[in-house]
């Protein structure tokens, strides 16, 4: 018969987790206890990982990574800050060379009881968590974990709801802010002169914890009774091994649970028929916005960065804060002088003192910052939240740390390229004609096709060429998760990427997803994966016979052949199929541009645009046949039918009319005639704006138009001033979108042309053939044409014209040959400019 068994002898430390009060207590509580063993909340799969603690390239703020083998999607983390409690008991062990180990239950059991959970949440019709989405490390003093990877959803819904043991505390002792009773009791304790016991807080935090328990129970969290039985088996075993003399160091909610009167045979009996999974276990790096609670990893805390700042500031911890915040407001050019650091240290000791605190806490140095150094306004003090209170630290973790074989590929790849993650947000400029850059663009291309979240391309500021790219860069922690699961698809990058790219292919059920996967294996430059990405496209394209879905897919199998021609790389076969696809939407397109409501024009308008890019750059491409230039003629004499078709919608009328117009295959006259045609009496409000839309909207330099063609300007005025009051309300919002798109000088030199009027040459007045726009002469001013001539010349670099009434010879008859053939190599840009 097994006896009731209490282990009297070990040392209960009960901490907050991420708590850096917590963690000078722990640290003091060691050194004066001197344990034989440490013993600490956490996966047991982790301890052999525990001596990479000691290594000097491991960096907090870090984390401890479980997935299953079976599906690295699912996976847990257990953060680990350089002021969390967890962290310093695993340094003090190891640099007093102590045994040290995690207690908590198997990630094996927690992974496998929270897959369970999810999937008998998806029969009942409530769906299940995301791999990784809150599977997060413990969160509160102590709490019943709710962020906890072993705690997991109560698979009960009608258990109660979780406790938050610090706001009941906090409740009790009349506060209504958990955190400010938290800094008040436990934060400044040490600043402020504290207990000279240390193991004084500990104790007061195991009574108060201990009267939650009898009252709260498990505190919602049904798991917890099973966790809490693993780790009393756990400590038994250590007691075992090495005598009374251990230390424990877990969430202070634990604390009663490990001191009660418990039997083996009950603790082995919750154990008993636990589902596992085999799990695999690494060290990665984490970030200190990872550990704010806003985050979505529940990690208990607000502010990593200021919790930091109290546990690395030994004295003075406000002032040394008031620096900080100095230093980074200067970087960003704002005004802070050293009066102001010591002014807004004296208001926050005020505030503290009129509050009733014993030291200044984050509230009251966030509002002395705002009164003092922001000047009242929020916009630098939203600054100085994100980069200090919460911060951007990415931890380090050593080479020698264990990682799947894709991870270390990516890992080698970075340094040679030097990529380097960062946990602040930054963009990429990347020029393809520099060998790094184009394999910098090759790798973060060929992570987006193994949906590894590292970079996405965005509009670059610099260029728009085919040789730029632009690229924002942020590397988080759950991108870990997303290698080790691209990691079933290969080992290294590259053939991960092309095994990954050819399931897609066979996978795909549209022929734009196709496509698409075809751009990205050429950017990505996948040539193994191509001919099953192409016999796939090749099937889509015969089978499918919609107009809308071949115009979704040009565009990008246009874009693919520009990016061969960048890139040297042969696309024949996909020139071939985008020509064919070019054809089929011409034949295609008018028949489907009738009947459609005012949703299905704007989307066919959409696609009118995408397929007239793709067709200009299909007729610049040697690769998309030799009747490439034929097609765009007829392109164009398409757009022609669609611009003068009544049946077709006025958005898609409106918009064939402007890029014939742009092309310069419409005059402007004809212009004129189809927008009067278009606004004439007899059409209805409602189409006559989308008309207008469809001309001047969206396009680039539809207000520009506006602005140099008057002509056009009039008879929109025209036909605005007459639209009847009842249906005026009817096409306003149409109008607004239309014109709140152009930029505010467009605007405003389109309200001041309306505003002059027919005596100021305003639109209505230039409606006729002759007039000269306002701000031009009636003829060319020659005086002022030569006064530019010589700045013209020094910017073209041609040599300076001879004074006049010099009669060029000798000498001056080469140059001047010299300088007729420079300004002949020019004149076509000139031209082009112009």
């Given at each position: 018969?097994?006896?009731?068994?209490?282990?009297?002898?070990?040392?209960?430390?009960?901490?907050?987790?991420?708590?850096?009060?917590?963690?000078?207590?722990?640290?003091?509580?060691?050194?004066?206890?001197?344990?034989?063993?440490?013993?600490?909340?956490?996966?047991?799969?982790?301890?052999?990982?525990?001596?990479?603690?000691?290594?000097?390239?491991?960096?907090?703020?870090?984390?401890?990574?479980?997935?299953?083998?079976?599906?690295?999607?699912?996976?847990?983390?257990?953060?680990?800050?350089?002021?969390?409690?967890?962290?310093?008991?695993?340094?003090?062990?190891?640099?007093?060379?102590?045994?040290?180990?995690?207690?908590?239950?198997?990630?094996?059991?927690?992974?496998?009881?929270?897959?369970?959970?999810?999937?008998?949440?998806?029969?009942?019709?409530?769906?299940?968590?995301?791999?990784?989405?809150?599977?997060?490390?413990?969160?509160?003093?102590?709490?019943?974990?709710?962020?906890?990877?072993?705690?997991?959803?109560?698979?009960?819904?009608?258990?109660?709801?979780?406790?938050?043991?610090?706001?009941?505390?906090?409740?009790?002792?009349?506060?209504?802010?958990?955190?400010?009773?938290?800094?008040?009791?436990?934060?400044?304790?040490?600043?402020?002169?504290?207990?000279?016991?240390?193991?004084?807080?500990?104790?007061?935090?195991?009574?108060?914890?201990?009267?939650?328990?009898?009252?709260?129970?498990?505190?919602?969290?049904?798991?917890?009774?099973?966790?809490?039985?693993?780790?009393?088996?756990?400590?038994?075993?250590?007691?075992?091994?090495?005598?009374?003399?251990?230390?424990?160091?877990?969430?202070?909610?634990?604390?009663?649970?490990?001191?009660?009167?418990?039997?083996?045979?009950?603790?082995?009996?919750?154990?008993?028929?636990?589902?596992?999974?085999?799990?695999?276990?690494?060290?990665?790096?984490?970030?200190?916005?990872?550990?704010?609670?806003?985050?979505?990893?529940?990690?208990?805390?607000?502010?990593?960065?200021?919790?930091?700042?109290?546990?690395?500031?030994?004295?003075?911890?406000?002032?040394?804060?008031?620096?900080?915040?100095?230093?980074?407001?200067?970087?960003?050019?704002?005004?802070?002088s050293s009066a102001h650091v010591i002014e807004a240290v004296r208001l926050a000791g005020t505030l503290?003192?009129?509050?009733?605190?014993?030291?200044?806490?984050?509230?009251?140095?966030?509002?002395?910052?705002?009164?003092?150094?922001?000047?009242?306004?929020?916009?630098?003090?939203?600054?100085?939240?994100?980069?200090?209170?919460?911060?951007?630290?990415?931890?380090?973790?050593?080479?020698?740390?264990?990682?799947?074989?894709?991870?270390?590929?990516?890992?080698?790849?970075?340094?040679?390229?030097?990529?380097?993650?960062?946990?602040?947000?930054?963009?990429?400029?990347?020029?393809?004609?520099?060998?790094?850059?184009?394999?910098?663009?090759?790798?973060?291309?060929?992570?987006?096709?193994?949906?590894?979240?590292?970079?996405?391309?965005?509009?670059?500021?610099?260029?728009?060429?085919?040789?730029?790219?632009?690229?924002?860069?942020?590397?988080?922690?759950?991108?870990?998760?997303?290698?080790?699961?691209?990691?079933?698809?290969?080992?290294?990058?590259?053939?991960?990427?092309?095994?990954?790219?050819?399931?897609?292919?066979?996978?795909?059920?549209?022929?734009?997803?196709?496509?698409?996967?075809?751009?990205?294996?050429?950017?990505?430059?996948?040539?193994?994966?191509?001919?099953?990405?192409?016999?796939?496209?090749?099937?889509?394209?015969?089978?499918?016979?919609?107009?809308?879905?071949?115009?979704?897919?040009?565009?990008?199998?246009?874009?693919?052949?520009?990016?061969?021609?960048?890139?040297?790389?042969?696309?024949?076969?996909?020139?071939?199929?985008?020509?064919?696809?070019?054809?089929?939407?011409?034949?295609?397109?008018?028949?489907?541009?009738?009947?459609?409501?005012?949703?299905?024009?704007?989307?066919?308008?959409?696609?009118?645009?995408?397929?007239?890019?793709?067709?200009?750059?299909?007729?610049?491409?040697?690769?998309?046949?030799?009747?490439?230039?034929?097609?765009?003629?007829?392109?164009?004499?398409?757009?022609?039918?669609?611009?003068?078709?009544?049946?077709?919608?006025?958005?898609?009328?409106?918009?064939?009319?402007?890029?014939?117009?742009?092309?310069?295959?419409?005059?402007?006259?004809?212009?004129?005639?189809?927008?009067?045609?278009?606004?004439?009496?007899?059409?209805?409000?409602?189409?006559?704006?989308?008309?207008?839309?469809?001309?001047?909207?969206?396009?680039?330099?539809?207000?520009?138009?506006?602005?140099?063609?008057?002509?056009?300007?009039?008879?929109?005025?025209?036909?605005?001033?007459?639209?009847?009051?009842?249906?005026?309300?009817?096409?306003?919002?149409?109008?607004?979108?239309?014109?709140?798109?152009y930029e505010a000088g467009v605007r405003r030199t389109l309200g001041e042309l309306v505003r002059r009027?027919?005596?100021?040459?305003?639109?209505?007045?230039?409606?006729?053939?002759?007039?000269?726009?306002?701000?031009?002469?009636?003829?060319?001013?020659?005086?002022?044409?030569?006064?530019?001539?010589?700045?013209?010349?020094?910017?073209?670099?041609?040599?300076?014209?001879?004074?006049?009434?010099?009669?060029?010879?000798?000498?001056?008859?080469?140059?001047?040959?010299?300088?007729?053939?420079?300004?002949?190599?020019?004149?076509?840009?000139?031209?082009?400019?112009?």
């Amino acid at each position: 018969m097994t006896r009731a068994e209490r282990p009297a002898g070990p040392l209960l430390l009960g901490v907050r987790h991420h708590g850096p009060g917590s963690a000078r207590a722990v640290r003091a509580a060691l050194d004066a206890a001197r344990p034989g063993a440490v013993l600490v909340e956490g996966p047991p799969e982790g301890d052999a990982l525990l001596p990479l603690a000691a290594d000097e390239g491991m960096r907090p703020p870090v984390a401890l990574l479980a997935h299953a083998v079976d599906d690295p999607g699912q996976a847990a983390f257990w953060p680990l800050a350089a002021f969390s409690p967890e962290w310093v008991a695993i340094r003090w062990a190891l640099e007093h060379d102590v045994p040290v180990r995690f207690i908590d239950l198997p990630a094996a059991h927690s992974l496998a009881m929270t897959r369970a959970e999810e999937q008998a949440a998806a029969v009942d019709g409530d769906g299940g968590g995301g791999a990784g989405e809150g599977t997060a490390a413990p969160a509160g003093a102590g709490a019943p974990d709710a962020g906890d990877p072993s705690a997991g959803p109560s698979a009960d819904p009608s258990a109660q709801a979780p406790v938050d043991p610090v706001a009941v505390l906090a409740g009790a002792a009349g506060y209504d802010d958990p955190e400010r009773w938290w800094e008040d009791v436990v934060e400044h304790r040490a600043q402020d002169g504290g207990p000279t016991d240390p193991l004084a807080p500990f104790a007061a935090l195991a009574e108060a914890m201990t009267v939650l328990r009898e009252v709260y129970g498990d505190g919602g969290h049904p798991r917890d009774t099973v966790r809490e039985a693993y780790m009393r088996i756990q400590l038994r075993k250590a007691v075992k091994e090495f005598g009374d003399g251990i230390a424990v160091v877990c969430g202070a909610w634990h604390v009663p649970a490990l001191g009660a009167v418990t039997t083996l045979t009950a603790d082995r009996a919750l154990l008993k028929g636990l589902p596992k999974v085999r799990t695999e276990m690494t060290w990665v790096p984490w970030t200190h916005r990872r550990l704010a609670r806003h985050s979505g990893y529940g990690a208990g805390i607000d502010s990593p960065g200021w919790y930091g700042h109290l546990f690395e500031a030994a004295d003075r911890p406000v002032e040394r804060w008031m620096t900080k915040v100095a230093g980074l407001l200067r970087d960003e050019d704002r005004f802070v002088s050293s009066a102001h650091v010591i002014e807004a240290v004296r208001l926050a000791g005020t505030l503290a003192a009129l509050r009733g605190r014993p030291l200044a806490g984050l509230s009251e140095t966030t509002d002395a910052i705002r009164a003092v150094m922001c000047e009242g306004s929020d916009v630098p003090l939203a600054l100085v939240r994100d980069r200090l209170v919460v911060g951007e630290t990415l931890g380090e973790v050593p080479d020698t740390a264990p990682a799947v074989p894709l991870q270390r590929d990516l890992a080698r790849r970075q340094r040679t390229l030097r990529l380097k993650p960062e946990a602040q947000e930054r963009e990429l400029e990347l020029d393809l004609r520099k060998d790094n850059d184009a394999a910098r663009s090759r790798l973060l291309h060929r992570l987006r096709v193994l949906s590894v979240g590292w970079g996405e391309p965005v509009a670059g500021r610099a260029s728009t060429g085919t040789f730029r790219e632009s690229w924002l860069l942020r590397w988080e922690p759950e991108v870990h998760v997303q290698v080790a699961e691209a990691g079933t698809w290969g080992t290294t990058v590259l053939s991960a990427a092309t095994a990954r790219a050819g399931a897609l292919a066979e996978a795909a059920t549209t022929l734009a997803e196709v496509t698409a996967l075809a751009e990205q294996c050429l950017l990505a430059e996948l040539p193994e994966a191509l001919p099953v990405v192409m016999r796939a496209l090749a099937d889509r394209a015969a089978l499918d016979s919609d107009v809308g879905h071949l115009a979704d897919a040009l565009p990008a199998l246009a874009r693919t052949l520009r990016y061969g021609d960048v890139r040297s790389t042969d696309t024949t076969a996909l020139g071939e199929v985008a020509a064919g696809l070019a054809e089929r939407i011409r034949v295609g397109l008018p028949p489907a541009c009738t009947g459609l409501d005012a949703d299905g024009a704007e989307e066919m308008r959409r696609r009118v645009d995408g397929v007239h890019t793709a067709i200009g750059l299909l007729s610049g491409t040697a690769r998309a046949g030799a009747d490439a230039d034929g097609l765009r003629e007829r392109w164009a004499a398409v757009l022609h039918g669609l611009a003068a078709r009544d049946t077709v919608a006025g958005v898609i009328r409106g918009r064939a009319a402007r890029l014939l117009l742009d092309e310069g295959r419409l005059g402007e006259d004809d212009a004129a005639r189809l927008m009067g045609l278009a606004l004439s009496p007899g059409t209805p409000p409602a189409d006559a704006a989308a008309w207008i839309e469809g001309f001047v909207g969206g396009a680039a330099g539809g207000g520009m138009l506006l602005v140099h063609d008057e002509r056009l300007l009039g008879l929109v005025d025209a036909w605005l001033a007459a639209v009847p009051a009842d249906t005026f309300v009817d096409v306003l919002p149409l109008l607004r979108r239309t014109f709140s798109a152009y930029e505010a000088g467009v605007r405003r030199t389109l309200g001041e042309l309306v505003r002059r009027g027919p005596a100021a040459g305003g639109p209505a007045a230039v409606t006729g053939g002759g007039a000269t726009a306002p701000g031009f002469g009636p003829v060319l001013d020659g005086a002022r044409a030569d006064a530019v001539e010589p700045v013209l010349r020094l910017l073209l670099g041609l040599p300076a014209a001879p004074p006049a009434g010099t009669t060029p010879g000798g000498a001056g008859t080469a140059e001047t040959a010299e300088s007729t053939e420079n300004a002949e190599h020019v004149e076509e840009p000139l031209g082009a400019t112009g």
